[in-house]
């Protein structure tokens, strides 16, 4: 008997390709109970009749859409500006000049945003998709421009450039690797996205600098801890929007108990400007060097990698699985957004895990929901006056937060791992090899200090390196040198004597 082939497109049920499904309607006919042709059916299922939109593509009225937006904007802020806040520093720019990067990074996130939500053309994966700054360049770009000023800034915006435009001519080919992931690897890399991702917010709740002298002190820790208590007594007590946006809400609560407490800064409200525009190429026209290049081309497919998952993870989540059409389009927003940020004096863009937290935890599947948030950000950069407000809320606050936030991710991981079948063959095993490994740079940081540099962009991102190594057994164990397993009840054989289909063949989306 011939093995079953593999990688079939369109084999998810036994049936030959292009065959009806036995019991199915015959081609062209409309499926028992299907709306009738020309009619749009509810592609998230559930009640709401056939002419009812996907809760994806909703749009909730002003107030909510602001709302929601703004938590979004909230849960991202303190990651957008995180990397221009070290970088700036580190090569050399003045407290000015580095205010200007945070500026710009907001502003072109919003824009990279509104490339992955609302789309044009084959770009955009059309999903709540947050986009900002991405924290795999912070290594490699301190190498390439410490202590250069404006010229080593220059060189990082060249760099970037060029690794955009290649990562855009590579998205179409690079999202076909969606076959690869099955649920046992979706499944633990969603989980290790939200385990690597509760790390910050347990250094927000600390102060967020390991160098100052009330860092990890029972204040913030106990601010910390009370912004949780707060945002889980919202959520359980409140009821319809208020419930949608309880962190939103245990926010702006938390901030106001921090005022007396002595951890939230005002002083970044009075010294923003006003009106400020990121005027392209302030530091002075791009640079190309090699090797810098070289570097951030590999950071490059490294967010691609963790893009891929995200999409996943977050089709999942609103109910619109993500495709290889999907995951082109975000590829591409991902990439496109990259490349055109340096002009404006913006950063790598790559998925904000944390948001993908927000929206399993709110249920507020809509895209325009983030559109908005993207609205916000670009606003932002363009107001910093009020961009400071934002940045009223204490990293504390934000960390108790974002405990919830990022364990919905890691929850949402759980999940899809038990629908992953893995009491069957070394499913279990795969699990444990990839979790076990992609937990490496958050439990041992420094354990492989050893590796070249340029490695280190690869192996001290967990989310990658668990991917990675799950997609690799997957294979091994599912389906290199796998022969189908002879039925012992006679009646799981089909008619024909064939064996069934293998139930471990990789599932490919449509």
Not at 188 to 213: H, R, Y
Not at 348 to 358: E, H, K, P, T, V
Request: net charge neutral.
């Amino acid at each position: 008997m011939a093995a079953t082939p593999r990688f079939r497109k369109n084999a998810v049920d036994g049936t030959a390709p292009g065959a009806p499904a036995p019991g199915a309607p015959a081609p062209g006919a409309p499926a028992p109970g299907a709306p009738a042709p020309g009619a749009r059916a509810h592609e998230g299922g559930g009640a709401g009749g056939p002419d009812r939109k996907h809760p994806v593509d909703e749009k909730l009225p002003p107030l909510r859409m602001f709302t929601s937006g703004l938590q979004h904007v909230a849960a991202m802020y303190a990651g957008v500006v995180a990397p221009p806040m070290i970088v700036g520093p580190a090569v050399g720019l003045s407290a000015k000049e580095t205010a200007f990067l945070m500026g710009a990074s907001l502003f072109t996130a919003g824009i990279a945003t509104l490339l992955q939500t609302l789309g044009f053309w084959r770009i955009g994966a059309r999903l709540p998709f947050v986009n900002g700054v991405s924290f795999a360049g912070v290594t490699p770009m301190i190498a390439i421009g410490k202590d250069r000023g404006h010229d080593g800034i220059a060189v990082i915006f060249g760099a970037i450039i060029v690794a955009g435009l290649l990562g855009f001519v590579l998205a179409p080919y690079f999202c076909k690797l969606v076959r690869f992931f099955p649920p046992v690897v979706t499944g633990t890399v969603i989980t290790l996205i939200g385990v690597s991702l509760l790390p910050v917010a347990f250094n927000w709740s600390q102060g967020g600098n390991a160098t100052a002298d009330d860092y990890g002190s029972t204040t913030n820790i106990t601010m910390a801890a009370v912004t949780l208590v707060i945002v889980l007594a919202l959520r359980k007590l409140l009821r319809g929007f208020l419930q949608q946006i309880a962190i939103l809400l245990g926010l702006v609560v938390g901030t106001l108990i921090a005022v007396p407490a002595g951890i939230t800064d005002f002083g970044a409200l009075g010294d923003a400007d006003v009106v400020g525009f990121p005027t392209p190429f302030h530091f002075g026209a791009p640079q190309f060097e090699i090797a810098a290049i070289l570097s951030m081309c590999i950071v490059m497919l490294v967010c691609m990698t963790e893009s891929t998952a995200d999409m996943l993870a977050l089709g999942k989540i609103v109910g619109r699985p993500a495709d290889e059409r999907t995951i082109e389009g975000g590829l591409r927003a991902d990439t496109l957004g990259s490349a055109v940020s340096p002009l404006f004096n913006g950063f790598m863009c790559s998925a904000f895990a944390q948001n993908i937290g927000l929206v399993a935890m709110t249920r507020v599947r809509s895209r325009f929901v983030v559109a908005a948030g993207g609205v916000i950000l670009v606003l932002l950069g363009l107001v910093p006056v009020a961009a400071s407000v934002i940045a009223l809320v204490p990293l504390p606050v934000l960390g108790g937060a974002g405990i919830v936030l990022f364990g919905s991710v890691a929850a949402s991981g759980i999940q899809t791992l038990a629908t992953a079948a893995l009491e069957k063959g070394e499913n279990a095993l795969i699990v444990a090899a990839a979790v076990g490994v992609g937990l490496i740079p958050i439990a041992a940081p420094g354990f492989y200090h050893a590796f070249p540099e340029d490695l280190l962009v690869v192996l001290d991102s967990g989310i990658s390196t668990g991917c990675v190594v799950a997609i690799v057994l997957n294979l091994a164990f599912n389906h290199w040198g796998r022969t189908p397993d002879v039925p012992s009840d006679p009646e799981t054989e089909t008619a024909d004597g064939e064996q069934p289909k293998d139930p471990m063949a990789l599932p490919v989306a449509h």
